[in-house]
């Protein structure tokens, strides 16, 4: 079945400086990839998310960029504000499954300072 | 228009006790997930409703979780009888015809 990994698990920067966030698939039929941010006590909320016909998509201040080669994604985050500090999830899904079954990696928890 | 909704959102029973949750998806969405959430992890799928029908339980320990979904629309997880590494978040998600996946805020039970 399918494996993600992430990384970093845990990622401090500045206000204003920019995040990166990587995660690598292993199913190579997979061809759904989204972003969640979960805030504490709260669930996970779609963020963006890529399909495999496209290489990268950008929504205002976050963008997600795709390579099916080498099976891996990563989101980035420009212009960091303390309100984007969360735990951040990426996913991936597709195959004989379809968009439905997702499965997640590891977080990756994202400290903004002012 | 409202969002997933769960309840409890805090549980807290004793080993060998029953417990059970419940969740309303978002109206018209006809696919509802539950997922386990450990802490420091990501969401586990346990099982996905289409409608009424569940078609995926690959995941759900059928010895002691159970799950309905009675005329497609609330879903009810079960645990009888929990043990102590059930202490977990458990999440539901609803989506409309395989499209986006929208969590409710979940349920954090604590196994004593």
């Known amino acids: 079945g399918e494996n993600v990994e992430q990384h970093p698990s845990t990622l401090s920067v500045q206000e204003g400086d920019s995040a990166v966030i990587k995660c690598t698939y292993s199913?190579?039929?997979?061809?759904?990839f989204p972003w969640y941010k979960q805030e504490l006590g709260k669930g996970p909320q779609l963020i963006i998310d890529i399909r495999s016909n496209v290489g990268e998509k950008k929504d205002q201040r976050i963008a997600v960029t795709l390579n099916k080669t080498a099976k891996h994604f990563s989101l980035h985050i420009t212009e960091t504000q303390p309100e984007d500090s969360a735990v951040y999830f990426c996913a991936a899904s597709g195959g004989n499954t379809g968009f439905q079954k997702l499965v997640f990696g590891t977080g990756t928890r994202l400290l903004v300072s002012p | 228009e409202a969002g997933v909704v769960q309840s409890p959102r805090y549980k807290i029973i004793e080993k060998k006790q029953p417990v059970a949750f419940w969740c309303n998806p978002i109206?018209?969405?006809?696919?509802l997930y539950w997922y386990l959430q450990n802490l420091g992890q990501g969401p586990e799928l346990l099982i996905r409703y289409e409608n009424e029908e569940a078609v995926d339980d690959s995941q759900l320990p059928k010895d002691r979780f159970s799950a309905e979904r009675l005329k497609g629309v609330d879903s009810t997880l079960k645990i009888q009888p929990a043990e102590l590494g059930d202490s977990a978040v458990y999440l539901c998600?609803?989506?409309?015809?395989?499209?986006?996946?929208?969590f409710g805020p979940g349920t954090r039970l604590t196994v004593l």
């Open positions: 998600a609803s989506s409309f015809n395989k499209n986006e996946q929208f």
């Open positions: 199913d190579s039929a997979s061809n759904y």
């Open positions: 109206s018209g969405h006809n696919t």
